[in-house]
């Protein structure tokens, strides 16, 4: 079994939102100069927001099909050090993520708009439209590793045999047993890159 060092690029798959791309900056920005909702994102501490903030439900809905149709137009930011990782990956093997999102074009229409166009057709991406199941979809692809914020996913991805690496944030702080990574640097420090 492969340790959590010196991963063959190829081996590992990542999750879309909250761990390419920051998600929750873009939440709680738009919730503030849109809707007028200050949230701070520690209180963020559940995957389903609506568990844990005290904003209207349908604000919430409205604010995350903005994000999932227009990704780009909404200004939805890479996470710190994201697309300089990825383009190093790209260079060399393929980049693999798989979302639970139900579309694959505003994803890979944010892609374009932030990676080297040379590099984009080394981008494979699934969307599985379910947060569960993610692991039939790694193993297809022959992947071991795979980084995602959703706990549950990870637990998952373990059952399944696959190793799973936790992109932190305060909704995932609680114990669990995985390898954790606190930024992209720790992500690009696990790869093997040549
Ligand atoms: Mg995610």
């Known amino acids: 079994m492969q340790k959590y060092f010196e991963i063959e690029p190829h081996l590992i798959g990542f999750d879309f939102d909250c761990v390419v791309a920051d998600t929750m900056e873009a939440f709680i920005r738009l919730a503030a100069e849109d809707y007028g909702f200050i949230v701070r ?5 559940c995957y389903q927001v609506e568990n844990c903030l005290n904003l209207p439900h349908h ?12 990704p780009v137009e909404n200004n939805l930011k890479p996470m710190p050090h994201a697309i300089s990782v990825l383009a190093e990956v790209a260079k060399n093997t393929h980049v693999n993520l798989i979302t639970a999102r139900p579309n694959s074009e ?8 932030h990676l080297p166009s040379d590099l984009m057709y080394n981008f494979r ?4 439209g379910q947060h569960d199941g993610k692991s039939y979809y790694i193993k297809q ?5 795979f980084v995602d914020d959703r706990l549950e996913t990870c637990f998952e991805l373990a059952d399944a045999g696959l190793h799973p690496v936790v ?5 995932n702080y609680n114990q669990h047993p995985f390898f954790r990574a606190e930024t992209w640097l720790d992500i690009r420090e696990i790869l093997y890159l040549s």
Do not use: C, D
């Open 41 to 45: 994102p520690e209180e963020i501490t």
């Open 141 to 145: 692809l022959g992947l071991q590793f």
């Open 167 to 171: 992109f932190s944030h305060p909704w």
């Open 59 to 70: 604000i919430i809905q409205e604010i995350f099909m903005r994000l999932l149709n227009h």
């Open 125 to 128: 991406l699934i969307t599985t």
């Open 106 to 113: 505003p994803v890979q229409k944010w892609l374009a708009n």
